[in-house]
């Protein structure tokens, strides 16, 4: 089954393409890597594909339903974490990943899970009740993508998720990364061509 498709997907600032003309497939379940230098769209891919941003021209399918007029649906099904690590500094760990559950409206119980699940992961137990803005790079790009399966999406956007991490801290993110494989669809953007 294709869990992402696009069709001459385009997208143009003024004068600019960003995007020019995109034709996707992805499978469920594959890990699916947009390499390219900085400025070259992966980002602004990533934004059509999860409903931030409106493409100039083209079309868009994330698990069958379309970016332009079923993108209710869309944000449903999709987990992004960012390239600016999105968390909660002034929150704990816990708290940020609470948060999160409770926007999606879960159970006590299922709020507990996932947070068990998520630490269990990324190996947060260490700083689970630390204030996310006393974390490092590498804690909170874990945080960041533990934030954004929280919700258990069938598809996770991870735009850049090593950049600026060291080579241990770049090591541990993608062992928890491939043990989602084949579980979920993970598109991830990267300027690094050893992890493409």
Request: charged share 25%; glycine share 8%.
């Amino acid at each position: 089954m294709t869990a992402v498709l696009t069709k001459g997907l385009t997208k143009k600032y003024k004068e600019k393409t960003a995007v020019s003309g995109l034709d996707l497939s992805i499978e469920k379940g594959e890990l699916f890597s947009l390499l390219g230098v900085n400025g070259a769209g992966k980002t602004t891919t990533i934004r059509m594909l999860t409903c931030l941003s409106k493409p100039t021209s083209g079309e868009a399918f994330v698990s069958g339903h379309s970016t332009a007029s079923e993108s209710a649906q869309v944000k449903r099904i999709v987990g992004i974490s960012p390239q600016d690590t999105a968390v909660a500094g002034n929150l704990t760990v816990r708290e940020n990943l609470r948060l999160i559950a409770g926007i999606y409206g879960f159970s006590r119980e299922r709020t507990a899970q996932r947070i068990d699940d998520m630490t269990r992961l990324f190996r947060l137990e260490e700083v689970l009740d630390s204030r996310a803005k006393t974390l490092s790079g590498g804690w909170k790009r874990k945080l960041s993508i533990a934030m954004a399966l929280i919700s258990e999406p069938e598809v996770l956007f991870l735009d850049e998720p090593t950049l600026g991490l060291d080579v241990l801290a770049r090591r541990e993110l993608w062992s928890a990364v491939k043990s989602l494989r084949g579980k979920i669809t993970i598109i991830l953007t990267t300027h690094y061509m050893e992890e493409a």
